[in-house]
């Protein structure tokens, strides 16, 4: 009879002089990882402070009139370059105008310019990334004029863009969104160049499957965890932008309460009134700060080789 198959009592004895140890206790339990919504966020902490800091964003832009604020384009000239108090929680500008309801307002500027740009270049570049990546023919003439646009800095193209408009919102997301295309149909064409070599794409063409069919079904729901990324990554480049554009007189006109406006009129009065320009930078860079934040844990979750495990 093999040892494997007796009983423990009917074990070989152990030779004399000889005691074996009790069973060590496990020293730590096994972790079982929290399912659901909040075991996500536990995992993920970047995706929890990025999205916590963003949702605090777009409540300060909704409820901007409800904050304690003051009309952000009323005038008071006897109340100019006013040092922050409880009156003037921001201090007032060079024309009496209350910096903190400016800076609130203005919120509402840079979140619709990133968003709206982020989503815009998002559905084009995917349009012309999903053509140019799966239809061969179309790939040389498409990836040429995106190399061109490449080939000028995204600020430089918003400035010549701007120049041949007029200064408004909708003019400004225009600018921003043809200069952020290229880079976004590059992406999705390199996602599509190393799908349409996978066995399945090669099954649903030798089916006899139509080409949209293929790109709409197979190449489309494996496009969309990078473009999601690169969607954080645009609308933080396109707050940037606008605050430059902005900053240099080429962006949104100057009795919109924007960052960029606000740091643009205090600029001259940096070195005795700096508050004109700290706050709105602030606020800025932590807008930039929470949707790079937001990228990079959505890149971390999203990507397999890179997502943490327990």
């Keep these: 009879m093999s040892t494997a198959t007796l009983p423990p009592s009917a074990a070989p004895a152990l030779p004399a002089g000889i005691a074996a140890a009790a069973p060590m206790p496990d020293i730590m339990p096994p972790v079982t990882p929290k399912k659901g919504f909040i075991g996500f966020l536990r995992r993920n902490p970047t995706i929890a402070i990025g999205s916590l800091l963003v949702l605090l964003m777009i409540f300060v832009a909704v409820f901007a009139p409800y904050l304690w604020t003051k009309d952000p384009t009323a005038l008071a000239p006897a109340m100019r370059t006013r040092e922050p108090a409880a009156q003037w929680w921001f201090g007032t500008d060079m024309l009496g105008r209350d910096v903190y309801s400016r800076v609130l307002y203005g919120t509402r500027v840079s979140l619709t310019v990133g968003f709206a740009v982020a989503i815009c270049s998002s559905v084009v570049g995917l349009a012309i990334g999903l053509v140019s990546g799966f239809i061969r023919v179309a790939d040389t003439v498409i990836m040429r004029i995106m190399d061109g ?51 399945y794409v090669d099954a649903a063409v030798a089916a006899g499957t139509r080409t949209p069919r293929i790109i709409i079904r197979h190449i489309l729901p494996n496009t969309l965890a990078p473009l999601t990324v690169q969607a954080t990554y645009i609308c933080a480049s396109a707050m940037i932008i606008e605050a430059i554009l902005s900053f240099i007189g080429a962006g949104t006109p100057p009795i919109i309460p924007s960052w960029g406006n606000i740091m643009a009129e205090g600029r001259a009065l940096w070195q005795v009134k700096p508050y004109i320009v ?8 932590i807008t930039v700060l929470a949707v790079n934040l937001l990228g990079d844990g959505l890149r971390d979750a999203l990507d397999p080789r890179m997502a943490k495990r327990l």
């Design 278 to 285: 700290f706050f709105p930078a602030v606020f800025l860079s």
């Design 149 to 199: 646009l490449m080939s000028i800095p995204s600020i430089l193209l918003a400035i010549a863009l701007m120049a041949l408009t007029r200064g408004s919102v909708g003019n400004v997301v225009l600018a921003i969104t043809v200069a952020e295309i290229p880079r976004v149909s590059r992406l999705v064409r390199g996602v599509v160049l190393s799908l349409r070599e996978q066995p």
